[in-house]
């Protein structure tokens, strides 16, 4: 086994909640996800938000509440919180279409691959997370906050105001596009999560002091956000500025 191998079992060693805990906030991570997820197949199907909205919702609320729990109750938690939200969605997609919940997330741009283009980006997702903590630590912060607040702004506003599209790497039956006026949110959005987490973390309280980071990371998560393929951004938009940060931070 190799170091990255040692340190991922390390990782899950060292984050598994004992049984206890876990019958305890499971189902509460559950009941979170659930509802998040439920009030957003509702705006989508019952109250007419295009999909690129409704995703957005649960991407949102699923990025914040592991920030919240890292930044309180620590990383166990997140990864406990994680693997009841995969739940979640993965029910959502076994329904298909005309559940209440895959509708929340699946394109209708996507079609004939909906149901893939939601399993990626939440494989993405728990990579993502989970690589940005074995490698970055607790810089990870910075890649929830960013993934789940930049990236978050991109497609709503793309869907809203997008007037200048460009094509993205995906699937050859799926045409993938994104617009430079969401490319442009993102930028913005994400100094702005970057700079919360620089504050919020005790670890990475020198980066707060070096104004410079915020910027940079802001400048490199809207060009990775821009050329990442379809559905992996949730992954590359972690772990840039998770890494970023751990390397800016440590030399500031």
């Known amino acids: 086994m190799g170091r990255l191998g040692e ?4 990782f899950f060693v060292d984050n598994t909640l004992p049984p206890g805990a876990i019958a305890t906030a499971g189902p509460l991570g559950l009941a979170w996800a659930w ?3 439920s009030l957003a197949g509702w705006l989508n199907v019952r109250r007419g938000w295009r999909t690129g909205y409704t995703r957005k919702v649960f991407h949102l609320a699923v990025f914040t509440t592991a920030a919240g729990l890292q930044a309180t109750l620590g990383t166990p938690h997140v990864c406990l919180f994680a693997g009841m939200a995969m739940l979640v969605v993965g029910a959502s997609v076994l329904r298909g279409d005309g559940d209440l919940r895959f509708e929340a997330l699946a394109r209708e741009a996507d079609a004939p691959h909906r149901a893939l283009y939601v399993v990626v980006p939440t494989v993405a997702t728990a990579l993502g997370g989970l690589f940005a903590n074995v490698l970055f630590g607790p810089a990870a912060l910075a890649g929830y906050l960013v ?3 930049g990236d978050a702004v991109g497609e709503p506003v793309g869907t809203r105001w997008g007037r200048h599209r460009y094509r993205v790497p995906s699937r050859r039956a799926v045409a993938a596009t994104r617009s430079l006026e969401g490319s442009a949110a993102v930028l913005v959005v994400s100094a702005l999560a970057c700079a919360a987490a620089l504050l919020l973390s005790p670890d990475l309280e020198a980066g707060a002091r070096a104004l410079w980071i915020v ?5 490199a998560s809207a ?3 821009a ?3 379809h559905g992996w951004d949730n992954a590359t938009m972690q772990l840039v500025p998770a890494g970023l940060v751990s390397a800016l931070v440590a030399g500031a």
């Open 7 to 10: 340190q991922l079992v390390a």
């Open 223 to 225: 060009a990775v956000e």
């Open 35 to 37: 509802a998040w997820l």
């Open 227 to 229: 050329v990442s393929p």
């Open 147 to 149: 993934a789940g607040l």
């Open 215 to 219: 910027p940079a990371v802001a400048l």
